[in-house]
Each structure stands twice: as C-alpha cells, then as structure tokens.
C-alpha cells in the first residue's frame, strides 16, 4: 500500500482529500505541527508528498526545499493562487506537478496515479488483491484488514468469507453459496461450522468498529453493509 503525506491546513478539505484516496486504498498521512513537517515526514517516509502552498509557520515552498535536501519523493502541490511564478518555482524546487483549486477530484487522482506509475513503475490496474470497505483496507493475499492504524489478521476462512460478502456488497449471499465456496463440497460441513465461522469474523471486525456491518438475514444468508459516506 503507498503513503501519501498529505500537507494540508484546510481540515474540511484534507477530510474529503483523504477520503477519496482512501477509497483507492492509499494510506494517507496528515500534518500535526506544521512548524515541524521534516520530522513527521522522516517518520512517516512516504511515498508521494501532496503539499499546499499556503500553510500556517512556513509555505509550501519551504518544505519542499527541506524534503529535496533529504529525498527525492514525488511531490504535488496544491495552490488556490493562479500567478504562473508559483508554478515556475514549484517546478524549480523539484516539485513533480502542480494542481491549482478548486480541482475535481478524479483529476487528483489520476495525478498521483500516473506518478506512481512512472516513478514505481507500478500499474494501478493490477492492484486486485486490496480492497476496500467502509474506510477500511482488506489485503486478500496477507489476509488482514486495516482501519484507523489498526490491522486485524484473519484466518484463511475467515478472509475468504469476508472477500465473498464484500465482492457481493449490500445483497444477501446464502450459506450453501459460502459452504461450496469455501470447502467446495458442502456435504463435508455442518451449517454449525459456517455460523462459527461467521461469529469469529464478525468479532474481530468488532475491534475496528465493522462488526455490525456483517449482518444475519435469517432463513437466507449474509450480508456485508457498505455505509453510503464510503461508496467510491
């Protein structure tokens, strides 16, 4: 999964920023002392810089002279000023692109995705093995689900029940589907052994909040909710 550090000082603006990426299963990564961005970014050694111009102590600028003396990371800054100075420097500081607000999303997006692919040679197309569910990353091939600096690690089964219920989001899957799914021939396993199953799972999505979010629809199967403020 990519860090994005993301350098922003407008909270309702770094909420949606963050969201977004989010939803593309990228880790972001707020300020929290804007008078001491270096030692957050030293400890946080992200692997793409969104940065404002106009930040509270120092401006963009200054930051971005201060992380090219310590990396070469890609770097995208963000600037509500239209003058074409603030371009120029940008690009005079090492800075890898520059957005000016207001900017649709999808334009932000498409951004950090082509410098990724350029400076990590890394397709965005084949990431298949992370997805995510109501703010929350589930990593299929490590078989665990993070939320909130928080990482479960699931059994074999219990991820292999939660990948079928999110891939068929918001609609009922019924337990003969899961059984032969999972064990492929459902004469071998008890209903008992997928309600177990089930129970654990929904318990350790308890500890990030998600466990509400497997629902039991009697006499039919299971449903994984997805909350309308994640849909991507």
Not at 127 to 146: C, F, P, R
């Amino acid at each position: 999964m990519f860090k994005i550090m993301l350098i922003e000082d407008d909270v309702s603006l770094f909420g949606e920023i963050k969201d977004r990426l989010t939803q593309w299963s990228y880790k972001v990564y707020g300020i929290g002392d804007f008078g001491n961005v270096m030692e957050e970014f030293t400890s946080v050694n992200p692997d793409l810089v969104v940065i404002d111009i106009q930040l509270p102590k120092f401006d963009g600028f200054h930051w971005c002279r201060m992380i090219r003396t310590y990396s070469n990371v890609p770097i995208i800054f963000l600037s509500s000023r239209d003058h074409p100075t603030d371009m120029v420097m940008s690009m005079q500081l090492g800075a890898d692109d520059f957005i000016q607000k207001p900017f649709h999303f999808d334009v932000l997006i498409a951004k950090i995705q082509a410098i990724l692919r350029r400076v990590y040679n890394y397709n965005v197309t084949e990431q298949t093995s992370l997805k995510t569910w109501n703010g929350a990353t589930i990593d299929y091939e490590k078989n665990t689900v993070e939320k909130s600096e928080t990482t479960l690690e699931l059994t074999k089964n219990e991820m292999y029940i939660l990948k079928i219920l999110v891939e068929h989001k918001n609609s009922i899957v019924s337990r003969e589907e899961i059984i032969k799914s999972l064990w492929d021939d459902s004469r071998f396993v008890s209903d008992n052994t997928l309600t177990v199953n089930v129970n654990r799972l929904r318990k350790r999505l308890g500890e990030i909040g998600l466990g509400s979010h497997i629902e039991t629809k009697v006499g039919q199967g299971y449903l994984a909710k997805e909350v309308d403020a994640f849909h991507g």
